[in-house]
Nanobody, 123 residues
């Protein structure tokens, strides 16, 4: 089992920045690819960004490219999502997730999920 706990969400004005963190515990963190997803009210959960086990490969949804950066610190068992130039449409609950294999953007085979953290961007 892997336990994931997100933090860092909050209320920010459009154009502002937030940094989300996801702390992992349980099994060896570096064995897992990590992803960030978001879900707005009434919408499906969507892929935002993913990072490989070593951190050497990252992948982003088109909507966040150039604005968001995913990173990880395997020594601290933590994955981060730096969000800059936030837009109102980024408002959602943000989740981190972990899986051992498969494409980063594919949501269905992520094995473990956090409880989510709310990000609200005021326009």
């Amino acid at each position: 089992q892997v336990q994931l706990v997100e933090s860092g969400g909050g209320l920010v004005q459009a154009g502002g920045s937030l940094r989300l963190s996801c702390a992992a515990s349980g099994r060896t963190f570096s064995n897992y690819n990590m992803g960030w997803f978001h879900q707005a009210p009434g919408k499906e959960r969507e892929f935002v960004a993913g990072i490989s086990r070593s951190g050497g490969f990252t992948y982003y949804a088109d909507s966040v490219k150039g604005r968001f950066t995913i990173s990880r610190d395997n020594a601290k068992n933590t994955v981060y999502l730096q969000m800059n130039s936030l837009k109102h449409e980024d408002t959602a609950v943000y989740y981190c997730a972990a899986k051992r294999w498969g494409e980063l953007r594919v949501i269905n085979d992520y094995e473990y999920w956090g409880q989510g953290t709310q990000v609200t961007v005021s326009s």
